[in-house]
């Protein structure tokens, strides 16, 4: 009876008792995956996004601190920052973006680097104050530098030939832009004139806080890469932390450095301008989250590579951008050294595109055999023989 009663369990039944054949039960209906949005997985539009949304950017901030009299840095600072918490917890909010909620121990691991971004950001809000656009886009590839030689110090990275070749490139197209400004500014005032010394300070100051700026981007980036490691934040976590515990000490160092009598505010915000100006500030800070959207869009929807090299692309529209909307001089040598920055970004961003690939190609195709056990080598001889 048991076997009767295992076999009864394993028999398939192919057809019914008269000898008909067997029909297998016809297909049900298949189901087919909606088609995918066109828009959002087709490369050209993360990358015109990444690019429109870094010249808005440079373009709103030029246009908020080109006022002849603007001098409330740290209170731009603070609305942009501001308005950036706004908006990511509205889209938070709606199911858009997903972040972190706030804790206490992780924002006293992240402090530091928040108090390193506010210098990156203001050092940078004024240098563009006393620069041109093209000037200080091709003077923020010298970040690019301390950046490399920062992480051979401290995260045993390397600098291969095309890369110093870039480093090169960069340094000259910097010393081309600062010669150019100079000179146009000695030939339209006069080089004994008090304006024309007046600009050339101008200038100067702008190069130290340039310098300045470079020094506290690249540690910004080194020291937020090794806090990562500790807290393991994703974008929009660093962005949340960074903006919300900047957000206090802007406003003090805001209430407590700057002039806030009525006449300077005035001057800051003139009644001619000052709805623009209160826009373009509130704009500015809402360019900062399309920059984090678009650029991990970008990355999503194409690759590391071509976000790097779209990068490297995108120094060109945004020195353009100035000579278009704020007259900045076009002269020969201005236009060179932009170029030669444009070239400069190519070549490090093939460099870097090579590097990785040869990193891969390391860790994928072994150049020495593996070492191997005594039964291993003496089966695989059995084979042989």
């Known amino acids: 009876m048991a076997d009767d009663k295992k076999r009864d369990d394993f028999t398939i039944e192919m057809g019914d008792r008269n000898g008909n054949s067997f029909k297998p039960p016809s297909p049900g209906p298949r189901h087919t995956p909606a088609p995918t949005s066109s828009v959002a997985h087709n490369p050209i539009f993360p990358i015109l996004s990444y690019c429109g949304s870094s010249i808005l950017m440079t373009v709103t901030n030029k246009y908020v601190l080109s006022g002849l009299d603007f001098n409330l840095n740290f209170f731009l600072l603070c609305v942009q920052s501001v308005v950036c918490i706004a908006a990511i917890q509205t889209c938070k909010s709606l199911g858009i973006i997903t972040y972190r909620d706030f804790n206490s121990d992780e924002a006293k691991k992240w402090f530091p680097i928040s108090l ?93 806080w340039m310098l300045f700026n470079c020094f506290c981007h690249s540690t910004y980036v080194l020291g937020m890469r090794k806090r990562i490691k500790l807290t393991n934040f994703k974008d929009f ?88 909307f704020f007259e900045a001089p076009v002269t020969i040598p201005s236009v060179s050294a932009i170029f030669i920055g444009f070239v400069s970004g190519l070549v490090y961003a093939f460099a870097k595109v090579r590097q990785n690939a040869a990193k891969v190609a390391t860790s994928f195709l072994p150049t020495s055999q593996p070492p ?14």
């Open 372 to 385: 191997m056990s005594a039964s291993s080598q003496s089966t695989r001889d059995s084979f042989k023989s």
């Open 237 to 324: 976590d660093t962005m949340f932390y960074n903006n919300l515990l900047c957000i206090p000490i802007l406003l003090v160092c805001s209430l407590f450095l700057e002039n806030w009598s009525a006449e300077n505010v005035t001057k800051n915000f003139p009644a001619a301008q000052r709805n623009n100006l209160i826009i373009a500030m509130i704009f500015s800070g809402l360019t900062t989250v399309f920059i984090s959207y678009t650029s991990a869009w970008c990355v999503r929807v194409t690759s590391s590579t071509t976000y790097s090299m779209v990068g490297a692309l995108n120094k060109l529209p945004i020195a353009l951008s100035g000579l278009i």
């Open 116 to 208: 390193l971004l506010i210098g990156m950001v203001y050092t940078g809000t004024k240098a563009l104050q006393f620069l041109s656009i093209p000037v200080y886009t091709i003077f923020k590839n010298l970040t690019i530098i301390l950046i490399a030689y920062g992480e051979v110090l401290w995260f045993g990275g390397s600098v291969t030939p095309m890369a110093l070749f870039s480093f090169g490139l960069m340094v000259l197209s910097s010393v081309i832009a600062a010669w150019a400004d100079i000179q146009h500014a000695l030939q339209n005032y006069g080089h004994l004139s008090s304006e024309a010394s007046a600009r050339v300070s101008t200038l100067n100051a702008g190069y130290m």
